[in-house]
Antibody, heavy 122, light 109 residues
Framework: EVQLVESGGGLVRPGGSLRLSCAASGFPFSSYSINWVRQAPGKGLEWVSSINYNSNIIYYADSLKGRFTISRDNAKDSLYLQMNSLRAEDTAVYFC???????????????WGQGTMVTVSS | QTVVTQEPSLTVSPGGTVTLTCASSTGAVTSGHYPNWFQQKPGHAPRALIYSTDNKHSWTPARFSGSLLGGKAALTLSGVKPEDEAEYYC?????????FGGGTKLTVL
């Protein structure tokens, strides 16, 4: 079965750090770009970051201002999101989402994980 | 940063046709924005419907179609069913970054 499974969410104090993971299975992970997308409670979707298949091309949403770092380990079929200096407004469900294959510019965004909840609160 | 705008809400009757649009603050939406469309129902992860303007996924019902219309990306639902009631989001490629629209709440009434 083709799937993405996120983990690592939880409750963290403002200013703290958290590392999210996303485990892929059922498809050639190393051939696809992967994205992180988040959704605050009761709000819309917000694209967070993307990493291409070989980690050479990485993008972040401007709103993150250098606090988040995306990475991947193709040997482990895994994606990561290191989140530092967390704020209350980072509270959201974080989804990992399959992008495009190889060097294609367009994203499929076809496979979504179930999401992991991050709550930033004192 | 680019702002992507969708209709906040639309209402359609069962069996009817409705078009949702997706506009960019930087100008006309083109195929180079590779528009994606998603459907989300409460308590569920989003489900992809359309990629790269007008391409359907294998699970996308035939009544959903994507296009470019008047400088915007568009999602048209023809022969709407009650189960199409949901929130719909567009996503645009913006020179590397991606930007979601604010979503359209579609009511089938």
């Amino acid at each position: 079965e083709v799937q993405l499974v996120e983990s690592g969410g939880g409750l963290v104090r403002p200013g703290g750090s958290l590392r999210l993971s996303c485990a892929a299975s059922g498809f050639p992970f190393s051939s696809y770009s992967i994205n992180w997308v988040r959704q605050a409670p009761g709000k819309g979707l917000e694209w967070v970051s993307s990493i291409n298949y070989n980690s050479n091309i990485i993008y972040y949403a401007d709103s993150l201002k250098g606090r988040f770092t995306i990475s991947r380990d193709n040997a482990k079929d895994s994606l990561y999101l290191q989140m530092n200096s967390l704020r209350a407004e980072d509270t959201a469900v974080y989804f990992c989402v399959r992008g495009g294959s190889g060097a294609t510019k367009y994203d499929l965004f076809d496979i979504w994980g179930q999401g992991t909840m991050v709550t930033v609160s004192s | 940063q680019t702002v992507v705008t969708q209709e906040p809400s639309l209402t359609v009757s069962p069996g009817g046709t409705v078009t949702l649009t997706c506009a960019s603050s930087t100008g006309a939406v083109t195929s180079g924005h590779y528009p994606n469309w998603f459907q989300q129902k409460p308590g569920h992860a989003p489900r992809a419907l359309i990629y790269s303007t007008d391409n359907k996924h294998s699970w996308t019902p035939a009544r959903f179609s994507g296009s470019l219309l008047g400088g915007k990306a568009a999602l048209t639902l023809s022969g709407v069913k009650p189960e199409d009631e949901a929130e719909y989001y567009c996503l645009l490629y913006d020179g590397g970054t991606r930007v979601f629209g604010g979503g359209t709440k579609l009511t089938v009434l």
